[in-house]
């Protein structure tokens, strides 16, 4: 089963002082742990993100497409990267998830995919 972990930045490290990317030590543990996902077999694809500052809605709903600036929730957390692995079952995705969060230093979620 493939599951999308998550990372959700809170602004802690904005408010230390840090900028909205990893430290060089986070991003030296996050390629360990690449690393390891790959070497286990668990990795499928991995991605960070800029901050919400360059987001753009696009809403095609209706007649015309709205595009708009900003993210499309005002938040003190946002989403700055992401997982996809291939694991067993959540127990697995659950225990990965936990060594994610400490090489990034940043809180996680973790959602299946919905199955065909």
Do not use: H
């Not at 990893?22 to 800029?50: C, H, K, M, P």
């Not at 997982?83 to 995705?93: G, Q």
Request: aromatic fraction near 8%; include cysteine.
């Amino acid at each position: 089963m493939q599951y999308l972990i998550s990372v959700v930045d809170d602004g802690q490290a904005e408010a230390a002082g840090s900028d909205l990317s990893a430290s060089a030590a986070e991003d030296a543990a996050i390629d360990v742990f690449n690393e390891q996902l790959r070497t286990d077999g668990y990795w499928v694809f991995a991605g960070g993100l800029g901050g919400p500052v360059g987001a753009t809605v696009v809403d095609n709903r209706g007649e015309t497409p709205i595009i708009s600036d900003g993210p499309f929730l005002e938040s003190k957390e946002y989403l700055a990267g992401f997982w996809i692995i291939e694991a067993p079952d959540l127990d697995v995705a659950l225990r990965l998830a936990a060594g994610g969060s400490k090489a990034c230093n940043r809180k996680i979620e973790v959602r299946p995919f919905l199955q065909p």
